[in-house]
């Protein structure tokens, strides 16, 4: 610094001149002991290095090392596409586990769509009875049933007065029986008795009427079906009707039924209970004339569902009848439920609920034909496989043998029909969906390639050890 000197005054003023030696000096320390920082946090993380470098110059590649690189792509690259594959079936997959139903108080939903070729809708009867003592007959509320050509099998084109005949019979004649029991109410009802007795009195009860026949020695059976105090009881009894011939007819919809075990049938005659009873009501001679073939083009319990998901083994089932298999018959499917719940990833919430099964079955011919020989033994008779059926309908002989014998046939006491005895297991089998995520893949293929590369490391340096005390051994 130079002092400046005034000659107005006594002041003096000073002037601080930068001194820019001394500021660079300090700049440099600053910067080198930056730099010193630096070197350092590098030599640290250098230390930390595991993977050591070798100049390229001090390589040294073998044949031998060639030929293990070729081998080791090539089993790296096998081994990558495995996993691949391996991944996207795990994705895929599912997983089932078996668990108990609580859903046996529920109904449930039977879809069902079967053809019968040659029975016409008008003898087609759907009953169901189950173990509950629950039964329904002749269920049509929910069914639809189309008439079909016998010959082209399409359906047929419907008369105006058809279109108007009642559905359901049997709700046709519950309306009629509710009537008659509202009118046999009122305090002036006097039920007739039918000719029986004398004009003004009167007969109230259907045993009444009955009764009075029988004193009469008339036959009371005539009073059946005509007798309003019958009908109204419940006690009327219809005269069966003989089979239409010359049509089919297709049977869909769905049904309700209780999760129980049971059976639901299409049999010859109508069913009604009676005493407590389900029988069937048809003219045994007209037996023959019940055909009961049929295609069963759908059958499933529950909700329906993907067939991606589910798969309903009795669809696409189809059975014929001929002479040579008994004319007709009762076939019998022999189903287990088993109840499942489907879900889309494990541990969803969103389920559905419904049920796959499994059969087998059984079929007995209405007509058994019998060969007539002295020496012939029914007892060490084997049934064998019929090539229609595939199961047991015994071999057909025709009316006269080679040998001379004559054949007959014998009716089996049995109600011809199609029948489904099905069963509900107690446990519920819930399947869902097993998913493998993308970073398991990755993490499987890292540990393929990284142990691919130690195993090559290894046989590639126990070939250059050896390879090197060849060498030294032969003075090379």
């Given at each position: 610094m130079q002092p400046i000197s005034s000659t107005s005054g006594t002041i003096r003023h000073r002037t601080v001149v930068k001194n820019e030696s001394s500021y660079s000096s300090a700049n440099q320390?600053?910067?080198?002991?930056?730099?010193?920082?630096?070197?350092?946090?590098?030599?640290?993380?250098?230390?930390?290095?595991?993977?050591?470098?070798?100049?390229?110059?001090?390589?040294?590649?073998?044949?031998?090392?060639?030929?293990?690189?070729?081998?080791?792509?090539?089993?790296?690259?096998?081994?990558?596409?495995?996993?691949?594959?391996?991944?996207?079936?795990?994705?895929?997959?599912?997983?089932?586990?078996?668990?108990?139903?609580?859903?046996?108080?529920?109904?449930?939903?039977?879809?069902?769509?079967?053809t019968f070729p040659a029975l016409a809708c008008v003898d087609l009867h759907v009953d169901v009875m189950d173990v509950a003592g629950d039964s329904q007959i002749n269920i049509e509320d929910t069914l639809k049933k189309r008439r079909l050509d016998i010959n082209t099998g399409q359906p047929k084109n419907i008369d105006n007065d058809d279109e108007h005949e009642p559905a359901n019979r049997a709700k046709t004649e519950q309306e009629k029986r509710q009537i008659l029991l509202e009118a046999a109410q009122k305090d002036d009802y006097c039920g007739p008795c039918y000719g029986s007795k004398d004009i003004g009195d009167c007969c109230q009860t259907c045993q009444d009427v009955m009764k009075a026949y029988k004193e009469k020695r008339w036959n009371p059976d005539v009073l059946m079906g005509i007798a309003e105090q019958c009908i109204r009881e419940g006690k009327s009894e219809h005269k069966p009707k003989r089979m239409t011939k010359g049509e089919g007819c297709n049977l869909s919809g769905y049904m309700s039924l209780n999760r129980v075990a049971g059976n639901f049938h299409i049999a010859m005659g109508e069913g009604v209970e009676r005493d407590g009873r389900h029988i069937h009501q048809f003219l045994p001679e007209d037996a023959g004339n019940f055909n009961a073939s049929h295609v069963i083009h759908e059958l499933s319990f529950g909700p329906k569902v993907k067939r991606i998901l589910q798969s309903n083994v009795l669809d696409g089932v189809s059975k014929f009848v001929t002479h040579d298999n008994g004319e007709t018959g009762l076939f019998q499917y022999f189903i287990k439920i088993v109840p499942t719940i489907y879900k889309k990833d494990k541990g969803d919430s969103n389920t559905i609920e419904t049920n796959r099964f499994f059969f087998t079955e059984r079929y007995r011919p209405l007509m058994k034909h019998l060969i007539d020989d002295e020496h012939y033994d029914l007892g060490t008779k084997k049934s064998e496989p019929d090539k229609n059926w595939g199961y047991g309908a015994g071999k057909v002989a025709g009316a006269h043998s080679p040998h001379g014998h004559h054949s007959h046939s014998v009716r089996n006491a049995i109600l011809p029909g199609v029948f489904f005895i099905y069963d509900i297991y107690p446990f519920a089998v819930e399947i869902s969906h097993e998913r493998v995520s993308f970073t398991h893949l990755i993490i499987r293929i890292m540990a393929l390639v990284g142990g691919i590369y130690t195993i090559m490391g290894w046989v590639d340096g126990l070939l250059f050890e050896r390879e090197k005390k060849n060498t030294n051994r032969n003075g090379y």
């Amino acid at each position: 610094m130079q002092p400046i000197s005034s000659t107005s005054g006594t002041i003096r003023h000073r002037t601080v001149v930068k001194n820019e030696s001394s500021y660079s000096s300090a700049n440099q320390n600053n910067h080198n002991d930056n730099d010193n920082g630096k070197k350092l946090k590098q030599k640290v993380v250098r230390n930390l290095d595991f993977f050591q470098k070798v100049e390229r110059d001090y390589t040294v590649k073998t044949e031998h090392g060639g030929l293990i690189t070729i081998i080791g792509y090539i089993i790296m690259s096998i081994l990558v596409i495995s996993e691949l594959y391996n991944w996207l079936d795990l994705s895929q997959s599912t997983v089932e586990n078996v668990i108990v139903d609580t859903s046996l108080g529920k109904k449930m939903q039977v879809n069902i769509n079967i053809t019968f070729p040659a029975l016409a809708c008008v003898d087609l009867h759907v009953d169901v009875m189950d173990v509950a003592g629950d039964s329904q007959i002749n269920i049509e509320d929910t069914l639809k049933k189309r008439r079909l050509d016998i010959n082209t099998g399409q359906p047929k084109n419907i008369d105006n007065d058809d279109e108007h005949e009642p559905a359901n019979r049997a709700k046709t004649e519950q309306e009629k029986r509710q009537i008659l029991l509202e009118a046999a109410q009122k305090d002036d009802y006097c039920g007739p008795c039918y000719g029986s007795k004398d004009i003004g009195d009167c007969c109230q009860t259907c045993q009444d009427v009955m009764k009075a026949y029988k004193e009469k020695r008339w036959n009371p059976d005539v009073l059946m079906g005509i007798a309003e105090q019958c009908i109204r009881e419940g006690k009327s009894e219809h005269k069966p009707k003989r089979m239409t011939k010359g049509e089919g007819c297709n049977l869909s919809g769905y049904m309700s039924l209780n999760r129980v075990a049971g059976n639901f049938h299409i049999a010859m005659g109508e069913g009604v209970e009676r005493d407590g009873r389900h029988i069937h009501q048809f003219l045994p001679e007209d037996a023959g004339n019940f055909n009961a073939s049929h295609v069963i083009h759908e059958l499933s319990f529950g909700p329906k569902v993907k067939r991606i998901l589910q798969s309903n083994v009795l669809d696409g089932v189809s059975k014929f009848v001929t002479h040579d298999n008994g004319e007709t018959g009762l076939f019998q499917y022999f189903i287990k439920i088993v109840p499942t719940i489907y879900k889309k990833d494990k541990g969803d919430s969103n389920t559905i609920e419904t049920n796959r099964f499994f059969f087998t079955e059984r079929y007995r011919p209405l007509m058994k034909h019998l060969i007539d020989d002295e020496h012939y033994d029914l007892g060490t008779k084997k049934s064998e496989p019929d090539k229609n059926w595939g199961y047991g309908a015994g071999k057909v002989a025709g009316a006269h043998s080679p040998h001379g014998h004559h054949s007959h046939s014998v009716r089996n006491a049995i109600l011809p029909g199609v029948f489904f005895i099905y069963d509900i297991y107690p446990f519920a089998v819930e399947i869902s969906h097993e998913r493998v995520s993308f970073t398991h893949l990755i993490i499987r293929i890292m540990a393929l390639v990284g142990g691919i590369y130690t195993i090559m490391g290894w046989v590639d340096g126990l070939l250059f050890e050896r390879e090197k005390k060849n060498t030294n051994r032969n003075g090379y």
